[in-house]
């Protein structure tokens, strides 16, 4: 079993990732975590970078406040367990479920832990697992070893759009447009795909749409690069025979493109927002009423998603080896972050190695 290091009073110790301000990390030693009742603590192999943790680097993330560990893409082995515990031993390898949620509230009572009101996302609200070791409920675990840890520590970003297709309702009969090809987007569309919708991608990046296309094995994409409005209609609609789609889900983070997205919108469809921005999202009553609109939010994962991927790359419907597209060390992440999550990196998924 590893201890860690012993710091100057005699406790163990461990390397963590510290957020301590917009544009500063730094690299720290901190108190390992005791394991407490009911928790397993696990030993961090790998963590996946997501959008949530550029927002947090540049300043414009809601509902955050530093310093801050970030983190909660996480795959790892479990150190430590309770004796008895049902369905968990010591050094079964584990994705983590990252939303602390308390059980008692009117979500959590309605079976929707995911909108807690009292919400704890690691590396959000709560420090997270850029550091060795973290401690964390085992009803939050999610046994994978029949994965390999990359395919782990890819789980939760996945489950975002898992969720919100299920959310949705959509099925085989449904036209979906998937607004934003980034990681979430793309879980967006694998699992649309996977309920049989025909499915097209919209991005301004033409690369990213190749890769939409090749990856979630899309039935059509959409440039909306330098495009007027009436251009982007008209691609939209002669992918799906001359109407509009009967889903939209907008994964951009973008208020601009979550403000225009009802447009795309069939009579009678519905809207899915995935991305969160801080500001306010706005569009025509007339517009939205015309249609009789369903808008939904969709706001992170259920264990049920987890099982849902887990199953999915289990029988081999999900390429991991493609999505993640970037490798960092642990050690050299604070000196790196900017550069390897900057957009001239090209970056899917970005994950970072702790051994």
């Known amino acids: 079993m590893r201890t860690g290091r012993v710091g100057v009073e005699g406790s163990p ?59 909660h893409e996480i795959a790892g082995v479990i150190e430590e367990l309770d004796d008895g515990v049902d369905g968990f031993f010591v050094g079964d390898q584990v994705a983590v479920v990252p939303y602390m949620h308390c059980g008692k509230c009117i979500a959590c009572r309605n079976g929707k ?9 690691l590396g959000v609200h709560i420090d997270g697992a850029m550091a060795e070791w973290i401690s964390v ?65 919209m991005d301004t990046n033409v690369e990213r749409l190749e890769f939409c296309r090749t990856w979630a094995h899309i039935n059509a994409s959409v440039s909306a690069f330098d495009q007027p409005m ?37 009579h009678g469809g519905k809207l899915i927002f995935v991305g969160l921005v801080k500001e306010n999202v706005t569009f025509p009553d007339p517009e939205f009423h015309k249609r009789e609109t369903t808008l939904l939010s969709s706001r992170n994962a259920t264990r049920e998603d987890f099982q849902e991927v887990h199953k999915a790359m289990v029988e081999g419907f999900i390429d991991d080896t493609k999505y993640i597209t970037n490798r960092i060390a642990f050690a050299d992440l604070a000196d790196e972050f900017e550069r390897i999550t900057s957009p001239e990196a090209k970056a899917i998924k970005v994950i970072v190695d702790l051994i």
């Open 113 to 121: 832990p995911n909108c807690c009101t009292d919400m704890r996302v």
């Open 13 to 71: 110790v461990m390397k963590a990732i510290s957020c301590i301000k917009p544009f500063e990390f730094q690299l720290v030693d901190i108190e390992k975590p005791a394991k407490r009742a009911g928790e397993a603590l696990i030993h961090v192999r790998r963590v996946g970078v997501c959008g949530t943790d550029i927002h947090a680097f540049h300043g414009n993330q809601p509902y955050f406040t530093y310093p801050r560990i970030l983190g």
């Open 230 to 266: 009436e251009a982007i209609t008209a691609q939209i609609t002669a992918n799906f025979g001359g109407e509009y789609p009967t889903a939209v889900f907008d994964a951009t983070g973008s208020v601009g493109s979550m403000n225009s997205a009802l447009q795309y919108v069939a």
């Open 137 to 201: 409920p085992v009803t939050h675990l999610v046994k994978t070893n029949d994965l390999t840890l990359d395919q782990s520590a890819i789980i939760e970003p996945l489950s975002i759009g898992a969720h919100a297709v299920r959310r949705s309702g959509i099925t085989k009969n449904d036209s979906v447009l998937v607004i934003g090809g980034g990681p979430i987007g793309l879980g967006v569309m694998a699992f649309a795909k996977r309920k049989g919708a025909n499915v097209v991608a």
